[in-house]
Each structure stands twice: as C-alpha cells, then as structure tokens.
C-alpha cells in the first residue's frame, strides 16, 4: 500500500509539471542533463544535453582542491618551480572560476613573500576562462575593425579635402591670369593713345 501511494504521487506531480529532470555526474567531468517527457508530451522519450563531447580531452592531474592549497602555502623558494608545474594540471583543465582566481592570488602572494617570479603565460590559458577570453577577443576584434574603418574614412575626407584644396588653388590660378590678360589688354589701347598723343 505503500509502496503504490508513492508511485501515484510520483505519477500525479510529474503530470502536473509534465516533466522531471534527473542529473547525475559522468565519468567524462560535466553533469549530463536527461529530461524524461510524459504522456505524449514529444514523440521522444528523452532529451540529452551534455557539452562534453565539444570539450577537447585531457588527463586528470589527480590533484583534489585541497592538495593544491596544501602544494600553495608549502611553497619555498628551492620548490617554487616545482610546485607551479605540479598545479598547473589542475588549474588548466579542472579547476572553477572562483578556486582558479583565488589560487592565482595565493601564488602571487607566495612569489612576493619568497623573492620569486611567476611566468607571466602562467595558467592564462585555463579553462574555466576560454568563454570570456572568446568574449574579449571578439570585443577587441570589433573596436580593431572600427579603428581601421574610422582611420580608412578619415584618409578619405583628408583627400577630398586636398583634392578641393588643389582645385581652388587651381580656380585662383586661373582667375589671376585671367585678371592679369584683362588687365593687359586695357593697358595697350591706353600706351597707343599716349604714344598718339605724344607725336601729335
């Protein structure tokens, strides 16, 4: 009886919602969604949504966030390279966000305590940041392609305006001379009148 009155309710709320979702964690890292639809709902009986094949393999470091916080503060100045090299797995392929940025600032902090360096690539290929690097680049390709058309219309206007510069200082040439033949042409009927004058 009772058995059966779980399973009726179970029927009754998935009806209501006409749906339920069950996750669970696959051996591949990513948690793989199956969405089971009631009753005619769809023609198909489940709806897989998993991102796992899109994502390039890799070797899991073994590493767990506790060893590499341990690896972190256990870190001299003889181990230093050793420790970066030994996290560096992880913090590529496996680690979040948030644990990723926090690991960056406890290595910082340790490279400063001990007199050490960083590499300056260190880790900046991570994975957990790949969506906002496409993000940016693509930012940056943008504001590069106004730049350059920016730069192309403004090459542009700078040879109209040379172009109209030329051409008036063409229009004035031409007037000049036009002002000094006119000016000839009445001086000579005035040197003949003159001279006329003159004999007479």
């Known amino acids: 009886m009772r058995c ?11 009806t209501t919602s006409n749906a339920f979702m069950v996750s669970r ?14 009753e005619g709902q769809d023609d198909e009986a489940t709806a897989v949504d998993d991102d796992a094949s899109s994502w390039p393999a890799f070797e899991p470091s073994g590493l767990s966030v506790n060893d590499v916080k341990k690896t972190i503060a256990r870190m001299t100045k003889d181990n230093f390279q050793e420790s970066l090299n030994k996290i560096e797995p992880y913090l590529i392929n496996e680690s979040g966000q948030t644990f990723y940025n926090k690991s960056l600032r406890r290595i910082q902090q340790q490279a400063k305590d001990l007199g050490a360096t960083v590499p300056t690539e260190y880790v900046k290929h991570a994975r957990c940041n790949a969506k906002r690097r496409e993000k940016q680049n693509a930012f940056i390709q943008t ?8 730069e192309a219309a403004a090459a542009e206007e700078a040879a109209a305006a040379k172009a109209a510069e030329e051409e008036a200082a063409a229009a004035e040439a031409a007037a000049a001379a036009e002002t000094e033949a006119v000016a000839e042409s009445e001086e000579t009927p005035a040197a003949q009148e003159e001279s006329e004058a003159v004999e007479a």
């Not at 964690?25 to 009631?38: E, N």
């Open 4 to 14: 059966s009155t779980i399973v009726l309710l179970a029927i009754a709320s998935a």
């Open 25 to 38: 964690q696959t051996s591949s890292g990513p948690v793989q969604r199956v969405t089971t639809l009631f």
């Open 143 to 150: 504001k590069e392609e106004e730049r350059m058309a920016s």
